[in-house]
C-alpha cells in the first residue's frame, strides 16, 4: 500500500514536497516517545548521547533521504510493480555491504534466503518487468541507499541503546532536506496537498512513523541480513491488504511469491540457531566420548 500512496500522490504534488509532508509527520508521531526515552534515559543515569551519537543518527537521515527521494522520483517514470521489486534488490545489497563496510560476514544460509527472497518478490510483482527505464535505474540506487540504511542502523542503534531517538534524528534530518528542495523547485498548492492528505497521513503514521521505529527497534535484536530479509515481508503484506481493500487479485504466482518470501523468512531465522545447536550437540557428545575413554584407560 505504500508503494501506491507514493505512486498516487504525485498526481498533485511533487516529489520531494511528499516526502517532506511524510517525514513531517512520522517525526510528530515519533517525538512524544523520543522525548518520554529521553526522560527514561536521564532517571536511570544512563550515558547520555554525545556528538558523534547523533552525527550517525544524521548520516542514517541521510541515507534514508536518498533512499527516499530516489525511490520516489523514480515513480515517475516506472511502475509501481516495477518499483516494489527493484526496491526489494535490498535483501542482496545489504549483506554485500556489511561485508564492504563494517566486515559482517552473515551465516552462509543468509544468502540462500535472500535469493528465495528476491525470488518471491518478483513472482509477486507479476513475474514481468517490462524494459528497464531512467525511473528502474534511480529505484535500483534506492536500494543501495535503503540497504546502506539497514546496515548503519544494525551498528549504531545497539551502542546508542535510543532507537527512538534515532529514528527521530532521521525523520527530521529527510524532512528537512526534502522541505527546503521542495520549496526551491516546486509548486505548493495547498489545495494540491488537501487532496493527497489520506496517502500524506497513510505514509507518515503507518508507513514511516510506525514502520521505521520498528524497523530500528527491531534491529537491535537481529543482524542487518536477516532484517533485510523480514523487511521483504513488506510484499506479500502489501498484496493481502489490497485483496482485502482494494480487490486486486494476487493470483498462483504471487501466492508462490509470498511462499517464497515467507521460506526464507524462516531459514534465517531457524536455521543458524539449528546449526549453532547442532554443533553445541556434537561437541557435547565428543567431550563426553573422550572422557569415558581417559576413565575406561585409567
Not at 76 to 90: E, R
Not at 110 to 129: F, H, K, M, R
Amino acid at each position: 500500500m505504500g508503494f501506491v500512496a507514493q505512486a498516487t500522490a504525485m498526481d498533485s504534488i511533487g516529489p520531494f514536497l511528499f516526502i517532506a509532508l511524510r517525514f513531517i509527520v512520522a517525526s510528530a508521531v515519533v517525538l512524544p516517545f523520543a522525548m518520554l526515552e529521553s526522560r527514561r534515559q536521564r532517571s536511570s543515569q544512563a550515558a547520555p548521547l554525545v556528538t558523534g551519537d547523533w552525527l550517525k543518527f544524521s548520516l542514517i537521515g541521510l541515507s534514508l533521504f536518498a533512499g527516499m527521494a530516489t525511490q520516489q522520483v523514480g515513480l515517475l517514470s516506472t511502475s509501481v510493480t516495477n518499483s516494489g521489486f527493484l526496491t526489494g534488490l535490498y535483501v542482496v545489497f545489504t549483506p554485500i555491504l556489511g561485508i564492504l563496510l563494517f566486515r559482517d560476514f552473515p551465516h552462509r544460509i543468509t544468502w540462500v534466503a535472500a535469493i528465495l527472497a528476491l525470488a518471491g518478490i518478483y513472482l509477486l510483482s507479476g513475474g514481468n518487468l517490462g524494459e528497464l527505464v531512467i525511473g528502474d535505474m534511480l529505484t535500483i540506487g534506492s536500494a543501495v541507499f535503503w540497504s546502506l540504511q539497514v546496515v548503519m542502523i544494525a551498528r549504531f542503534v545497539g551502542q546508542s541503546g535510543r532507537p527512538l531517538a534515532l529514528s527521530l534524528t532521521q525523520f527530521s534530518v529527510t524532512g528537512f532536506m526534502a522541505l527546503v528542495i521542495a520549496l526551491v523547485w516546486e509548486p505548493i498548492v495547498w489545495a494540491d496537498i488537501l487532496q493527497v492528505a489520506p496517502q500524506i497521513l497513510y505514509s507518515g503514521i503507518v508507513a514511516s512513523g510506525f514502520a521505521f521505529t520498528l524497523q530500528v527497534v527491531g534491529q537491535r535484536y537481529t543482524t542487518a541480513p536477516q532484517a533485510a530479509i523480514f523487511l521483504s515481508s513488506e510484499a506479500p503484506f502489501a498484496a493481502f491488504f489490497a485483496f482485502l481493500w482494494l480487490d486486486e487479485r494476487i493470483g498462483l504466482i504471487g501466492l508462490a511469491g509470498c511462499g517464497l518470501i515467507f521460506i526464507a523468512m524462516l531459514a534465517v531465522e531457524l536455521v543458524p540457531p539449528w546449526r549453532a545447536s547442532a554443533a553445541n550437540r556434537a561437541k557435547a557428545a565428543s567431550e563426553k566420548l573422550v572422557s569415558h575413554t581417559i576413565v575406561d584407560n585409567a
